[in-house]
């Protein structure tokens, strides 16, 4: 996806130099292998640090709350999926944007490529249209870049922006036939003594360090709940009781609203799948509500609506 | 001091009669990643990893420990007493820990043991404990420490070196306490030959960590001129605010004091804390001092490279081991955070 560097930068000059923007928020290139660094270029001098690659994969939307400014904001599928969530919940007002649409194909899972190569350094990893190629110390690889997705990535289906003022490229093709809950599937299926020490291993290395909630966009009170201190409502120790707590009234608050973008498996510093719980939320949406998060401007998420038709039938 | 060689064969063997004295903490293959981990069996420890994901900070600070516990039941004798909870303070071997992490052990003892105050249990297993180094053949991209004081290779702060030299190991005891381990080791004195590769290996490796870094100009630097950069906005806007810097650090030393009460019984646990979370700094108040974002990212950096420096006067509190640099989940990069801090013109807020 580098091709479309140029582009961002043009479209980012022009708006900067025209002061129609005050920032062009992006990315650039990072300091090692596979990481980008989310950044706001405020001059044109800035603009020519504005990258694009596969390894965008943070959510700049996160980085849009409750800001004054205009801005421009490089947005792939995801991204613009929660800005529609930003404007719905009002945290940032449509005419204070201006997307800069990317058609994504897909963000390399570091970690997996990390795994692969585990034991040797990697110094390089470059991209081309089919392929990832990854040099390091008497290392030179090319693998098919549809292997080393990110697991949210190989099940998207929603790689182009829904909402943009501007494409930097023509729309990719969207995959027609994907099964995205084969996990969850198989996760319903256990029973609830098989599937508690499922998800308790799952969540054993957690070192509670909230680096999946601080890197969702959809994390933005004030003061999260497990910040509160008068009363206190969750332990701070590593005990498996309060990570799972956390985890799971996290995923909770994101039940309709999530849009699977992986910020926050991308930003976990040891590797847990916290997924695996917002996309059964999502499943459970789509199947009550037939609701998928980020869509439109025009429809109220179902969960801060009322509905005669509600399929909850206590509420009635 | 002695060196033995130790053959990769009878590694296992060598770790086995470890056991047998001791509690034994290695690196331990966990998942795609390689934690510290106390060992039960041999065979679990993998000494051909590279580093591990966490720092072994938790083998002395764990990161979550039950300190006292109490009973505030009326009535009781002993109700609104602290007692203190059991702990395990066994002599332990930290086998195969990098030269870094040695470093950082020493780095906070300069906080957990000072004239007015030691904390007993960071004390206590400290003087119990016997570190069994490893050398680093082949330093991480990542990886500073001759920037900070160290060295893939260094003996600071451990008992008995190890070089893999790739059929074995050679043992050089540092301490009294490494001899002690060392003679654990069946295996013969190595050879010139064997000897003169160990320190082949420790050239290359050195050669090999290609980032330098301008430590030194940090304690030139004026302080308030630091403080008042404008390149703190730069810094922080990527940052998420998460504590994954602070908790994959080997020198971030910092706890928070909870307790845990279920009806009348409670815990008084100690929780390793982060700089980076909001509330580390809120007052009973509702004040808060460190209520922003830049405020937050700013204490860290300045002090692992301006505060500490200052007042210790032995440089800065970073062993260069590249955690943060490689877990940061929006690539904030400590040693781009040093070269903007160390750069000849300092921007300052208008």
Redesign the interface.
């Known amino acids: 996806m580098k091709e479309y560097i140029p582009k961002i930068r043009e479209i980012a000059r022009k708006l900067l130099e025209e002061e129609k923007v005050d920032a062009v928020l992006g990315f650039r290139k ?3 292998p596979m ?6 270029a405020r001059s044109a001098s800035d603009v020519d640090l504005l990258y694009w690659d596969s390894n965008c994969g ?1 959510n700049l939307a ?2 849009l709350h409750k800001r004054k400014e205009k801005i421009a904001v490089v947005a792939k599928g995801c991204d613009t999926r929660n800005i529609v969530n930003h404007i719905v919940e009002n945290q940032v007002k449509r005419d204070q944007l201006y997307i800069i649409g990317i058609p994504c194909r897909g963000m390399i899972d570091r ?1 997996q490529i ?2 692969m190569f ?2 040797r ?1 990697i ?1 390089e990893v470059d991209e081309d249209a089919e392929n990832v190629i990854i040099k390091g ?1 008497g290392l030179s690889e090319t693998i098919p870049r549809v292997e080393v997705l990110q697991e949210n990535c190989s099940i998207c289906i929603h790689h182009n922006p829904v909402i943009y003022d501007e494409m930097v490229d023509e729309p990719v093709e969207e995959p027609d036939h994907v099964d995205r809950y084969d996990d969850i599937k198989a996760i319903e299926e256990m029973d609830p003594e098989e599937r508690y020490q499922y998800f308790r291993d799952i969540f054993s ?1 957690c ?5 999946c ?3 969702c966009p959809l994390c933005y009170c004030p ?1 999260c709940f497990v ?1 509160e ?1 008068r009363p206190q409502w969750v ?5 498996i009781t309060d990570v799972m707590t956390f985890h799971f009234l996290r995923a909770f608050h994101c039940a309709g609203r999530c849009t699977d973008c992986g910020s926050c498996e ?6 847990i799948p916290m997924r695996l719980l917002t996309k059964k939320l999502e499943k459970d949406i789509r199947e009550l509500y037939g609701y998928e998060a980020g869509m439109s401007l025009d429809e109220r998420p179902p969960l801060d609506t009322y509905r005669p038709d509600d399929p909850e039938f206590f509420i009635k | 001091m002695s060196e033995v060689i130790i053959p990769k064969d009878e590694l296992a063997s060598f770790v086995g009669r470890l056991l047998e004295s001791y509690e034994v903490f290695a690196p331990v293959a ?4 390689y934690l510290f981990e106390r060992i039960s069996a041999a065979d679990e420890a993998d000494l ?3 580093n591990t ?2 720092s072994p900070k938790g083998a002395f600070l764990p ?2 420990e039950r300190m006292f516990e109490f009973t505030v039941a009326p009535g009781k004798e002993e109700s609104g007493i602290l007692k203190e909870a059991p702990k395990e303070f066994r002599e332990r071997v930290l086998l195969g820990l990098r030269p870094c992490d040695a470093q950082a052990f020493k780095l906070v003892d300069v906080n957990f043991i000072t004239k007015e105050y030691t904390d007993p249990w960071w004390a206590r297993r400290r003087e119990k404990a016997i570190l069994v180094g490893l050398g680093c053949n ?1 330093p ?3 990886c500073f420490c001759t920037s900070t004081g160290g060295g893939p290779f260094s003996e600071k702060g451990l008992d008995v070196l190890l070089y893999d030299l790739g059929e074995s190991f050679l043992a050089r005891a540092v301490t009294e306490k490494g001899e002690q381990i060392v003679s654990f080791c069946s295996g013969k004195a190595p050879g010139e030959s064997l000897k003169s590769k160990a320190r082949e290996l420790e050239a290359a490796a050195r050669a090999k960590i290609r980032k330098s870094l301008p430590v030194d100009k940090l304690k030139e630097k004026d302080l308030l001129e630091l403080f008042n950069g404008k390149f703190w906005e730069k810094i922080e ?2 940052c ?5 810097c ?3 650090c080997p020198t971030c030393w910092c706890f ?1 004091i ?1 307790d ?1 009460v279920y009806k009348n019984d409670g815990d008084r ?1 100690r ?1 390793w804390d ?1 700089c980076m ?3 580390f700094t ?1 007052h009973g108040s509702g004040h808060n001092p460190r209520a922003q974002k830049v405020q937050r990212v700013r204490q860290r950096f300045m002090h692992k490279l301006k505060y500490y420096v200052d007042k210790y006067g032995n440089g800065v509190a970073c062993v260069g081991c590249g955690r943060c ?3 940061c ?5 400590i ?2 955070v040093m070269e903007v801090m160390t750069a000849e013109v300092c921007e300052r807020e208008e």
Do not use: H, W
Not at chain 1, 235 to 239: A, C, E, L, P, T
Not at chain 2, 240 to 244: A, D, V
């Open positions: 990072g300091t090692i990481m980008n660094e989310p950044f706001m943070i996160n980085y970690r990390l795994a585990e034991g350094e110094e110390d290395p070192i509670r360090c909230y680096a909630r601080n890197s003061t910040d201190s332990g701070k120790s590593i005990d991308r930003a976990c510093p040891v590797g | 966990r998942g795609g990643m051909s990893y590279k994901r966490l990161q979550s082949e991480r991209s990542t806007f990527a998420i605010n998460c504590g994954t602070t908790f994959v928070d909870q845990e646990l929780n982060s979370f909001p509330i809120l640099v490689v877990s989940p929006v690539n904030i990069d040693r781009r």
